[in-house]
């Protein structure tokens, strides 16, 4: 996956400050709890032409070095 940095955004007025897909009002968010709810690539296109196939690979890419950077901490 080229580089997420390249359709992610973050604008701090659209959704909440919350990262979307180039700049428009859907976010990262959105696009995992559609495939997460079973939803396929076509599907999601489908509903919301605005988005390629690489938008949704780069909501995974994005997720994907999110969770790879979360770290635990035990309460005392």
């Known amino acids: ?3 997420y940095r390249d ?3 973050l604008e ?3 959704r909440g ?3 979307c897909i180039r700049g428009l009002r859907i976010t990262v968010y959105d ?3 559609w495939l997460a ?3 396929s690539t076509a599907e ?3 509903d919301f032409p605005e988005l390629t196939p690489e938008d949704i690979q780069a909501a ?3 997720a994907a070095d999110r969770e790879r950077h979360t770290a635990w901490v035990r309460a005392a």
């Open 37 to 39: 709810s079973g939803m």
């Open 7 to 9: 359709r992610i955004t």
């Open 17 to 19: 400050g919350k990262p």
């Open 44 to 46: 999601i296109i489908a």
């Open 12 to 14: 701090p007025g659209k």
């Open 31 to 33: 696009v995992l709890e």
């Open 60 to 62: 995974l890419a994005y």
């Open 1 to 3: 996956m080229p580089n």
